[in-house]
């Protein structure tokens, strides 16, 4: 879906630094999500948000930051906390209780 | 707490073939199913949901709550199949999906 927007598209830290994933989109949804993907783990969510100004913490939340100041953006910060963070991370959204989530092409961490 | 079990990582089935993906769920509550699809270099997209009852690229899926398993499957299998397949399910008031660790699957020619 061309309406959610993730970048960088790759992204190095070295350790001991935080650095921050975007997550954009125009497709007036309520609802976003993080979801962290390892080989042979499928996805599992970071964080997620149902509205502005509100997040939840998912099965993984330890080590990452959230804010949802503004309804087509939702932030992800992989702070220093998080021990293991090399992964690929993918934003999704949706719009109602009975939409299906949309997701966008993922950003790649690697640690340094 | 709910789970997705895929117990195949990995799949080869030849052009033609039927192929058959297995999902199996635990959740307490009325489920709710997806099957998303990764292909090479393409984001991950919804192949299907369990409530539209729909074929999708000659894919379909059927709920059975009796054998908690939502299995994925095509008649006649295409090279253009080859892709990883993730089950998920849906709970919460959010609606926050739980997956599967995948299948890949391969159609050889």
């Known amino acids: 879906d061309g309406g959610i927007t993730q970048s960088p598209k790759y992204l190095f830290r070295k350790e001991g630094q935080n650095v921050t994933l975007s997550c954009e989109q125009n497709?007036?949804?309520?609802?976003m999500y993080w979801y962290r993907q390892d080989p042979g783990q499928g996805l599992r969510l970071i964080y997620y948000?149902?509205?502005?100004?509100?997040?939840q913490k998912g099965d993984i939340a330890e080590g990452y930051s959230v804010s949802r100041e503004k309804k087509e953006s939702f932030p992800l910060t992989v702070t220093s906390a998080q021990k293991n963070p090399t992964a690929f991370y993918l934003c999704?959204?949706?719009?109602?209780?009975?939409?299906?989530?949309?997701f966008g092409d993922g950003t790649r961490l690697s640690i340094l | 707490a709910q789970r997705v079990t895929q117990p195949e990582k990995l799949l080869s089935v030849f052009k033609g073939a039927p192929v058959e993906l297995k999902c199996n769920y635990s959740y307490s509550g009325s489920p709710e199913l997806f099957w998303y699809v990764q292909y090479s270099r393409q984001r991950l997209q919804l192949l299907l949901r369990h409530i539209s009852r729909e074929s999708i690229k000659g894919f379909t899926a059927d709920l059975n709550k009796g054998e908690t398993s939502f299995h994925l499957k095509k008649p006649f299998a295409q090279e253009e199949d080859s892709a990883m397949y993730y089950c998920?399910?849906?709970?919460?008031?959010?609606?926050?999906?739980?997956f599967g660790s995948g299948t890949q699957l391969t159609v050889l020619p």
């Open positions: 948000s149902q509205i502005v100004n509100d997040f």
């Open positions: 999704a959204s949706r719009q109602g209780s009975n939409q299906p989530q949309h």
């Open positions: 497709l007036n949804h309520d609802a």
């Open positions: 998920a399910l849906s709970s919460g008031s959010a609606r926050q999906l739980t």
